[in-house]
């Protein structure tokens, strides 16, 4: 398959022989929006980026890494109006608030697992928990770079034998990876794609497995001057198979 501009990030991914191509993408992605939110192109002076970020605001893990960053005027504008966004829908969900009767039962009932939101203004805070700019932009991109890969994956042989010379995926693409197949392939290939994908899988936490342990036996004494083999970094690859990202990463900072 002749490589296309929509390709080249996906066969980037394969080529680096990550222990997961998507968290590959994940990272060039996530700082990608970054450097658009804060970088020197200056995106927070603009009105329309402003509004969606005052809107959307951003989630716990990407404030910190908005202030990682480094660009303190960049993040003062957006807090600027956002805040401004926040009070003024703050405002509005407390002067709707009305308290309603709590009922005998309620007060004895036993809560079990996520419990409805029976506060309004509760309710409205939760949703800006779990609104993000940057999570929503990814979400959005993620989904297209799942169809590429399907669409490599089912028209570029060359690409096939990449994914099956890999080392398959961290266990949350992976799961990913699975639930997309169901839609983006036909049953014949899935059937395919599966017995493939499974072993690949299997073998590739069995050497991560097998490179923890060995770590945990280099501190035994008596195997001080044996050979490390592949455990010096066994500790961030063992961590992002099972969860993804990079825990071994530096700081994204802005470029200078």
């Not at 004494?221 to 961590?239: E, F, H, L, P, V």
């Given at each position: 398959?002749?490589?296309?501009?929509?390709?080249?990030?996906?066969?980037?991914?394969?080529?680096?022989?990550?222990?997961?191509?998507?968290?590959?993408?994940?990272?060039?992605?996530?700082?990608d929006?970054?450097?658009?939110?804060?970088?020197?192109?200056?995106?927070?002076?603009?009105?329309?980026?402003?509004?969606?970020?005052?809107?959307?605001?951003?989630?716990?893990?990407?404030?910190?890494?908005?202030?990682?960053?480094?660009?303190?005027?960049?993040?003062?504008?957006?807090?600027?109006?956002?805040?401004?966004?926040?009070?003024?829908?703050?405002?509005?969900?407390?002067?709707?608030?009305?308290?309603?009767?709590?009922?005998?039962?309620?007060?004895?009932?036993?809560?079990?697992?996520?419990?409805?939101?029976?506060?309004?203004?509760?309710?409205?805070?939760?949703?800006k928990?779990?609104?993000c700019?940057?999570?929503?932009?990814?979400?959005?991109?993620?989904?297209?770079?799942?169809?590429?890969?399907?669409?490599?994956?089912?028209?570029?042989?060359?690409?096939?034998?990449?994914?099956?010379?890999?080392?398959?995926?961290?266990?949350?693409?992976?799961?990913?990876?699975?639930?997309?197949?169901?839609?983006?392939?036909?049953?014949?290939?899935?059937?395919?794609?599966?017995?493939?994908l499974?072993?690949?899988?299997?073998?590739?936490?069995?050497?991560?497995?097998?490179?923890?342990?060995?770590?945990?036996?280099?501190?035994?004494?008596?195997?001080?001057?044996?050979?490390?083999?592949?455990?010096?970094?066994?500790?961030?690859?063992?961590?992002?198979?099972?969860?993804?990202?990079?825990?071994?990463d530096?700081?994204?900072?802005?470029?200078?």
């Amino acid at each position: 398959m002749k490589e296309k501009l929509y390709t080249i990030p996906m066969n980037d991914a394969m080529n680096a022989k990550d222990e997961c191509p998507f968290c590959f993408v994940e990272r060039d992605v996530e700082q990608d929006l970054l450097d658009l939110v804060l970088g020197s192109g200056s995106s927070y002076m603009e009105a329309d980026m402003r509004e969606k970020t005052d809107k959307a605001g951003f989630c716990r893990a990407h404030f910190k890494k908005m202030f990682d960053y480094g660009n303190t005027l960049g993040n003062a504008w957006i807090l600027k109006t956002h805040y401004m966004e926040m009070r003024h829908q703050m405002s509005k969900e407390m002067d709707a608030y009305k308290p309603g009767k709590t009922s005998i039962l309620s007060k004895f009932s036993k809560s079990s697992g996520q419990k409805e939101m029976k506060n309004s203004v509760a309710a409205w805070v939760r949703t800006k928990e779990d609104s993000c700019y940057i999570c929503n932009s990814f979400n959005e991109m993620y989904e297209r770079y799942l169809d590429t890969f399907f669409v490599m994956y089912k028209k570029d042989p060359e690409f096939v034998q990449k994914v099956k010379e890999s080392k398959g995926f961290c266990l949350t693409h992976f799961g990913d990876v699975c639930e997309a197949a169901e839609t983006r392939l036909n049953d014949k290939q899935k059937e395919e794609f599966f017995a493939m994908l499974f072993p690949l899988m299997k073998e590739n936490m069995e050497r991560l497995q097998e490179d923890v342990s060995w770590l945990v036996e280099k501190f035994d004494y008596r195997n001080k001057d044996a050979d490390w083999k592949n455990s010096k970094d066994a500790i961030q690859r063992g961590m992002q198979k099972l969860k993804g990202s990079y825990p071994a990463d530096p700081v994204y900072q802005q470029k200078k």
